[in-house]
């Protein structure tokens, strides 16, 4: 059974940063997919980051890429999301979820999924 455990919320300033972390118990881990989705009171969940299986390759919402790194330890079954410079705007509900291999920015093509954290950017 694969878990997924997101760790790193908390409440913070805007222009601070953030590091979330997503460990996942999975034999096959490095062939993962792993994003992380955001979700907001009233919005719907949205794609943020993620990094492919395999290679590892990122790919970023737009709106955080120059702002957002996700990266992935495959010794520690752990991906990061580190988060600069923040906003209100980013103020959420942050999700990790895992797939094969490719990174999708649905949510509907993920299985595994973490039980969110809370990030709340305010001053």
């Known amino acids: 059974q694969v878990q997924v455990v997101e760790s790193g919320g908390g409440s913070v300033q805007p222009g601070d940063s953030l590091r979330l972390s997503c460990v996942v118990s999975?034999?096959?881990?490095?062939?993962?997919?792993i994003t992380w989705f955001r979700q907001a009171p009233g919005n719907e969940r949205e794609f943020v980051a993620g990094?492919?299986?395999?290679?590892?390759?990122?790919n970023y919402l737009e709106r955080v890429q120059d702002r957002f790194t996700i990266s992935r330890d495959n010794a520690k079954n752990t991906v990061a999301l580190q988060m600069n410079r923040l906003i209100p705007g980013d103020t959420a509900v942050y999700y990790c979820?895992?797939?094969?291999?490719?990174?999708?920015?649905?949510?509907?093509?993920?299985?595994?999924w973490g039980q969110g954290t809370q990030v709340t950017v305010s001053s």
């Open positions: 979820a895992a797939r094969s291999w490719a990174v999708s920015h649905n949510q509907n093509d993920y299985t595994y």
């Open positions: 990094v492919s299986g395999g290679g590892g390759a990122a």
């Open positions: 999975a034999d096959n881990f490095r062939w993962l997919a």
